[in-house]
């Protein structure tokens, strides 16, 4: 079946060093990726999505290629800052009429 | 512009008693809905999902029920509340398949 998975729980870094969270997925269908964050007692936001291969995406500082080679989207960013720190949620959504799948999420910490 | 909202935004229950939270979405019609469960910090776990009036589709029960009423109203309950249904409880809709989600402001659910 369809799934996604996000092998880190906990990501610490300093202000200012680049971070780079997995995502990979398996579906048999033509995926659309999505990142999501979610901020303490908020709700999760669209970060990034994409559903070209090795096409890069940006918003907000962060960046995400789709590799459908390797089933992957990683989430970057090359400086990050204090406000950072969040859940971050990858979701697949295959292009099959079946409901959204997400990762188990990874929540980044950034230290000053 | 469409928005969502949910309700209540938080209630305290006892356990063994019923529960009934509402999502609302407007200037939308005909979307995708979907329930989520997420203990503090942690997992986004999928409940239910419709794609239409009347049909609601299980992802992953856990004693609970969701129904759609209206287009616009999608309805997540239980007759008897078990301490395990403490967390954040988010509703979320989509235009279709394969399109982001939007996720409205949730509600936290304690459960004594």
């Known amino acids: 079946g369809d799934s996604v998975t996000q092998t880190e729980g906990l990501v610490t870094l300093t202000k200012g060093l680049p971070v780079m969270l997995n995502c990979t997925y398996q579906t048999t269908y033509s995926p659309f990726l999505f990142w999501y964050v979610q901020h303490l007692n908020e709700a999760p936001k669209l970060l990034l999505k994409?559903?070209?291969?090795?096409k890069r995406t940006e918003h907000q500082g962060f960046y995400a290629t789709l590799h459908k080679s390797s089933s992957s989207f990683h989430l970057q960013k090359s400086s990050v800052q204090l406000s950072d720190s969040a859940l971050y949620f990858c979701a697949l959504s295959p292009n099959n009429n079946n409901a959204p799948r997400f990762g188990a999420g990874t929540k980044l910490s950034v230290k000053p | 512009a469409q928005t969502i909202h949910q309700w209540p935004v938080a209630e305290i229950k006892a356990v063994g008693s019923p529960l009934s939270l509402g999502c609302t979405i407007k200037?939308?019609?005909?979307?995708?809905l979907y329930w989520y469960w997420q203990a503090t910090g942690g997992t986004l776990q999928q409940l239910f999902y419709?794609?239409?009036?009347?049909?609601v589709e299980s992802v992953v029960q856990l004693n609970l029920s969701a129904s759609r009423p209206k287009d616009d109203q999608f309805i997540l309950s239980t007759e008897k509340l078990l301490l395990s249904h403490s967390g954040f409880y988010l509703c979320a809709w989509s235009l279709d398949w394969g399109d982001e989600q939007y996720f409205g402001p949730g509600t936290r659910l304690t459960v004594l």
């Open positions: 419709s794609i239409t009036v009347g049909q």
């Open positions: 200037g939308k019609s005909s979307p995708n």
């Open positions: 994409s559903s070209t291969d090795n």
